[in-house]
């Protein structure tokens, strides 16, 4: 398998323009997460899917933000209207859950850093 | 809410020592896994070594090992004999047995292994 494929791995937009990242996740993991990572927070929850349904979506900061799964291949984080505080490096990661050996080791993508200018 | 502190931001070693990273945190449940992920400068995270909270054995994966001091709501990562290839961010990370399957990271320490 190719691992968990995330797109575009850089984007630099505009304040107020729309920003769409994409994730293939693993074939077969039923669980997806996004991820933002920044200096000054660290790694942050933003959202969760199992089975494509989104189970915990607390994390996501504010409105502007919302994801999607339609489908068990795909998933998207977009962020509408964009601001510079959004600058950071977005992760998509996929596992399988449940309570086997592989409980908690998710496979993450290289993220996509999006600046925000 | 669980917490997890990583008080080490950087550390630096020699190629060949040993090194640990410092980990604690904050949980009132009894069943639980601990993580440590690496990433490198490529950016893209991967499983380092896993623990069950229930396991009184401290896990070890080759020259990585932990030690697990539940009461005290501490683990810390071992590296024995490291090498030019460990450079990289470590983060410690907690997961729940109550149903969520959902990570809670560290803030991370900067690991250099010089030549």
């Known amino acids: 398998d190719a691992g968990v494929i995330q797109s575009p791995r850089h984007e630099v937009t505009e304040m107020g323009q729309e920003v769409t990242l994409r994730c293939k996740p693993i074939?077969?993991?039923?669980?997806l997460f996004w991820y933002r990572q920044t200096m000054m927070r660290g790694l942050e929850l933003l959202i969760y899917f199992n089975n494509n349904v989104p189970i915990d979506d607390s994390g996501m900061p504010e409105d502007r933000f919302s994801a999607k799964m339609p489908n068990a291949s795909f998933s998207t984080l977009k962020i509408q209207p964009s601001e510079p505080r959004d600058s950071a490096v977005y992760f998509c990661?996929?596992?399988?859950?449940?309570?086997?050996?592989?409980?908690?080791?998710?496979?993450f993508g290289e993220g996509s850093r999006l600046t925000v200018l | 809410a669980q917490t997890v502190t990583q008080s080490q931001p950087e550390m630096s070693v020699q190629e060949a020592e040993t090194v640990t990273l410092s980990c604690t945190y904050d949980t009132s449940e009894n069943n639980y896994y601990l993580f440590w992920y690496k990433q490198p400068p490529s950016r893209q995270m991967i499983l380092v070594i896993r623990q069950e909270a229930y396991k009184q054995q401290n896990a070890t994966e080759n020259r990585f090992s932990v030690n697990f001091q539940k009461a005290a709501k501490s683990f810390s990562l071992k590296i024995s004999d490291s090498q030019l290839g460990d450079t990289a961010m470590y983060f410690c990370?907690?997961?729940?047995?109550?149903?969520?399957?959902?990570?809670?990271f560290g803030q991370g320490t900067r690991l250099t292994i010089n030549p």
């Open positions: 990661a996929s596992s399988l859950g449940g309570q086997g050996p592989n409980t908690g080791e998710l496979f």
């Open positions: 990370a907690f997961m729940t047995l109550q149903g969520a399957q959902k990570l809670v």
């Open positions: 074939s077969g993991h039923d669980y």
